[in-house]
């Protein structure tokens, strides 16, 4: 409290700011993807990084889908599309492009093995010695109408097996076809044209969503200025994160302006001055400096949930300057530095619990909450340095305010809690609570689905659908994992899965599969191909055939000494999908088989556990899981941080009176959830951490409340109620976010601070300190 | 090996000789429209097909049926009975009564490119085929003749075809495929009569059959 502290702090909160000056100067990256703020699952390393490299292919891909009704339209609007995001660099391939050799390298990596590549179809009529069928097809392709057989390929392949297998191979998204060299497909005198791209960089980063989204919105615009009619459909990851990346900034700044004008206007009322409006802002603003800039040291970026609660912190740290204030209407405490002393205690056993409350956070194994903790420990810290070293040195020697009106009102809360005359009022608001409590506990409702918790902007979310709808395609999440030792051993393991697929896909359990050994049989169904044509096919057929159609030159067919392998395949056009199948690491064969519309999981499950090595993996799901999980562990952390607490509350106060304290804030987050649920919100993750803020907050007023005494026993309520309001006000606002997470969050500080609050003189009442 | 690639484009072109004979109805115009919409064009052809490496030419006849706007139904009846669909649904082929191939738009690239010019062929309006084939009428009065040629033979989509002619009266009586390296089809067209007849039951379950 002396002046070298002053200047001390001084140095401190300038060191500070200079550092943020100069990461500001370098960008500062702004995380927005909520999936970030949790962990890793430990369970399975191996599953989980194929997953996170799964996640992570499909959120840097992005599809547009350019209609107009002239083709030549909308394929030259598609091209210019496709050409200005790669020249924006923002985009590394443009998948539906043709390579105008991708036939032909295609073509040239299968050809040599053609006599051991059966079609499902073909292996089936050779597996039941029709080998006749096969003749028959050859002979109609060769007598119909647009013969395509020539004698070279006919010395080749005398069956024509080759085409047969072509045409056997998968090709996603059937809707479209190969137009001029562009895929698309026509709805209602429009064509669409595709145009899918990958981006070059990370979806989630701030810089880059910038970059990407007004790459596309610049050339949009532009291709509509030519072509009015144009419509441009998109969908991605992406999109959906630049929102929402948009909307926390956007959100940031109007709650953080909001509550900050709405928190000024309340001081100036309450103490008829600029004076402590110029304080609180300092107190405010060091700590959100130094809570921002600390966290961009320890973490190095700063994610946007975090963010928006830094800046919510606003309203706690103001708590202490308000207490201090409050001073003001105490006429026994005339002078900054007797008005200090008065309050120090009570401030800082208060930040002591609110920093027990915060650490049990930085023990919790989410990398976002330990921000979030880091955030709020700093923050609260620097405001109470703030207050505590330069408000006797800021605040010239003001005399008390004497407005009893408001000490009245403040008064009165007090005497809820303490007047026998109000019991009845008093129990009628405990019962009510609880009766409150008790009804919502029937409508309590817990959702951990993450498909719920990024709030999707309507917009994008419907032309996602619309080009779900068109293409008949979408972007599942579900596929199934294939582990074996080798590759050998997930090409055999998955033509174990193919008749079941078939079948299950009869059944109407999914729309449809697709998987690297449709692609590529393994080794040993090749050798059964190459005997089985060669016994089926060629000996009981080949020289009849031959005679039949009068072909006398030599052939050529027989089979190389090798097997055709995954790596032999070019990644090109299809076959580009290849490298999404493949998701081997180092010592580790790893498939996929991407699943369509899996309209029956557990069948699909149960048909996955039939084959060894097989699982059904949903990666929506396994988020799903994580948060229920972690939603348990954050129940916990709460009665964690309270037993936490205990020691220093019975160290202050003793055994009886230390429990005491902390009983408002427990009965506040017992009751917050079923009252919410009553308000139709559901319970998740976040509201469960937010409960522990409302525990720590409501600590702060339960300390306050039995710090203080006698007659300063209505300066403390307008001091807590004043932080209440302000509080309310900065989260009142987070409960309009459209930022689930940030929405949730908002409401259950809504509901848990007011009940803290309400309950606050219930820790101090009748109670006189030694 | 460009196998696929040869396997579709030959399919087409074999398409494109047949959808050139309707529209060169009338010596002199041939431009003019003879079959219109809702009319059936029936008949049989001869087919003899050169290929480099056969001692004689493949012979093939059968019956075909040509519906504007719907798509064409080709019958052989020898040497052995096989029928293939053309739509724009894509392709179908039926051999001793089992499909032997089923080739969806979607797998056949320029499809619907040739339907648009074979609707407009068969409304009499030549423009779209003058974009893709040079046309040179030989000769005119009653019995004519032109020859198209790819105007960029260097497109790969026309590297499977020399040069296309097509001879006729009223209806188109010939179409000669050239597909360079001594490859010929030649096509003839006996019997062809156009009327409203409507398609039978069998014929329109072929057209479902390929729509499915």
Redesign the interface.
């Known amino acids: 409290m002396s002046r070298v502290g002053a200047w001390l702090w001084l140095v401190v909160v300038a060191a500070t700011a200079i550092y943020l000056a100069v990461r500001v100067a370098d960008g500062i990256t702004l995380d927005s993807n909520i999936l970030a703020l949790l962990p890793h699952a430990e369970r399975d390393a191996a599953a989980q990084s194929i997953q996170d490299r799964i996640a992570d292919s499909f959120s840097r891909r992005v599809v547009f889908l350019v209609g107009d009704a002239s083709p030549a339209k909308a394929a030259s609007a598609a091209q210019a599309l496709g050409n200005a995001l790669i020249q924006s660099g923002t985009v590394t391939a443009i998948t539906s492009k043709l390579d105008?050799d991708a036939?032909?390298k295609?073509?040239?990596a299968y050809?040599p093995y053609r006599m051991g590549l059966l079609s499902d179809a073909d292996r089936a009529h050779l597996l039941a010695d029709n080998g006749?069928?096969l003749v028959?097809?050859a002979?109609?392709?060769?007598?119909?109408?647009?013969?395509?057989?020539?004698?070279?390929?006919?010395?080749?392949?005398p069956f024509l097996l080759?085409?047969?297998y072509?045409?056997s191979l998968p090709?996603p998204q059937?809707?479209?076809?190969?137009?001029?060299g562009v895929l698309s497909l026509?709805e209602n005198h429009l064509t669409y044209v595709l145009v899918s791209v990958d981006l070059a960089g990370n979806p989630y980063a701030t810089k880059f969503q910038a970059a990407f989204v007004s790459a596309v919105e610049k050339t949009v615009a532009s291709l509509k200025a030519q072509t009015p009619d144009l419509t441009v459909l998109r969908t991605g990851a992406i999109f959906y994160a630049h929102e929402g990346t948009e909307a926390a900034t956007n959100e940031t700044s109007l709650i953080g302006v909001a509550s900050l004008l709405a928190i000024l206007a309340l001081i100036f009322f309450v103490f008829r001055g600029l004076h402590p409006i110029l304080l609180g802002f300092v107190a405010i603003g060091t700590g959100v400096l130094c809570a921002f800039t600390g966290t961009l040291f320890v973490f190095g970026q700063v994610h946007a949930v975090a963010l928006l609660l830094g800046v919510s912190l606003i309203g706690i740290s103001v708590d202490y300057s308000l207490q201090y204030f409050c001073e003001y209407f105490d006429e026994t405490a005339p002078g900054p530095q007797a008005r200090i002393k008065r309050v120090f205690p009570a401030i800082a056993i208060g930040l002591s619990a609110t920093l027990i409350g915060y650490f049990t956070l930085l023990l919790a194994p989410f990398p976002g909450l330990r921000q979030v903790a880091v955030v709020s420990m700093l923050g609260l810290a620097a405001s109470f340095l703030t207050v505590v070293l330069w408000y006797p040195v800021l605040d010239t020697n003001r005399g008390p305010v004497r407005d009893v009106r408001i000490l009245r009102f403040a008064a009165f809360h007090w005497k809820l809690w303490e007047a026998p005359a109000l019991r009845v009022a008093r129990y009628s608001i405990v019962a009510g609570c609880l009766v409150c409590a008790v009804g919502g506990t029937f409508l309590l409702k817990v959702d951990d689905d993450v498909r719920h918790m990024q709030s999707l902007s309507t917009p994008l979310r419907s032309q996602e659908r619309e080009i779900e709808r068109l293409t008949g395609s979408s972007a599942g999440t579900q596929f199934i994992l294939v582990r074996a030792t080798n590759e050998q051993g997930l090409l055999q393991s998955e033509e174990k899965l193919m008749p079941l697929l078939v079948r299950a896909k009869q059944d109407g359990a999914l729309d449809g599969f697709t998987a690297m050994s449709q692609f590529v049989p393994s080794i040993s169904r090749q050798k059964e191909n190459r005997t089985l044509i060669q016994n089926k096919l060629v000996t009981p057929h080949l020289a009849a055939y031959l005679q039949?159609?009068?072909?006398?030159?030599a052939l050529n067919y027989t089979p190389p000494k090798t097997f055709l392998k995954p790596a032999d395949l070019p990644r090109v056009g299809p076959l580009s999908l290849l490298s999404l199948l493949d998701m081997s690491s180092q010592g580790q064969a790893a498939h996929v088989v991407m699943l369509q519309n899996v309209k029956n999981a557990a069948a699909i499950e149960a048909l996955a556990e039939k084959v060894p090595g097989t699982r059904l993996v949903d990666l929506a799901d396994d988020w799903s899981r994580l948060f229920g999980e972690y939603r348990r562990y954050a129940i916990a952390v709460p009665v964690l941080s309270a037993l936490l607490m205990c020691p220093l509350f019975c160290w202050r106060y003793g055994w009886r009176r230390g429990l005491r304290v902390l009983l408002p804030p427990l009965a506040a987050i017992a009751l917050t959830p079923p009252i919410a649920a009553l308000a139709g919100v559901a319970f998740t993750f976040f509201n469960a951490m937010a409960l522990i803020l409302v525990l720590s907050v409501g600590v702060d007023y339960s300390v306050f409340c039995s710090e203080t005494s006698g007659a300063r026993k209505p300066v403390t309520t307008l001091g807590i109620a004043l932080a209440a309001l302000c509080t309310i006000l900065s989260f009142g606002m987070l409960a309009l976010s459209s930022v689930f997470a940030v929405h949730a969050f908002g409401v259950t500080m809504l509901i848990g601070i007011f009940l803290a609050f309400l309950f606050a003189p219930a820790a101090g009442s009748g109670a006189v300190r030694a | 090996m460009k196998a696929r690639r040869r396997f579709l484009w030959s399919l087409i072109f074999g398409i494109a000789g047949m959808s050139s004979f309707p529209f060169a109805a009338s010596a002199g115009d041939i431009a003019t429209q003879t079959l219109a919409v809702g009319q059936v064009l029936r008949g049989h052809f001869m087919q003899e097909r050169k290929l480099a490496g056969f001692a004689n030419p493949l012979k093939s006849s059968g019956s075909f049926v040509l519906v504007p706007g719907t798509g064409l139904i080709w019958r052989g009846e020898k040497p052995f009975a096989n029928t293939t669909v053309i739509s724009s649904d894509g392709i179908l082929q039926i051999a001793n009564n089992q499909v032997s191939l089923r080739l969806p738009a979607s797998r056949l690239p320029g499809l619907s490119h040739l339907y648009v010019t074979l609707g407009a062929a068969v409304s009499g309006n030549i423009k779209p085929l003058q974009q893709t084939f040079s046309v040179t009428q030989q000769s005119g009065g009653a019995q004519w003749k032109i020859v198209l040629k790819p105007l960029h033979p260097e497109n790969a989509a026309m590297s499977q075809i020399k040069s296309l002619v097509l001879a006729g009266g009223k209806f188109v009586d010939s179409v000669e495929i050239d597909k360079g390296g001594g490859d010929v089809d030649q096509i003839t067209f006996l019997d062809q009569h156009a009327g409203n007849a409507d398609l039978t039951a069998d014929e329109k379950s072929l057209f479902q059959a390929l729509h499915k």
């Open positions: 105008p036939q032909r295609m073509g040239s050809f006749q069928a028959s097809r002979l109609s392709m060769l007598y119909g109408p647009g013969g395509f057989a020539d004698g070279k390929l006919l010395a080749r392949d080759m085409p047969a072509f045409l090709v059937s809707k479209f076809s190969f137009e001029d026509k039949q159609i009068g072909y006398t030159q």
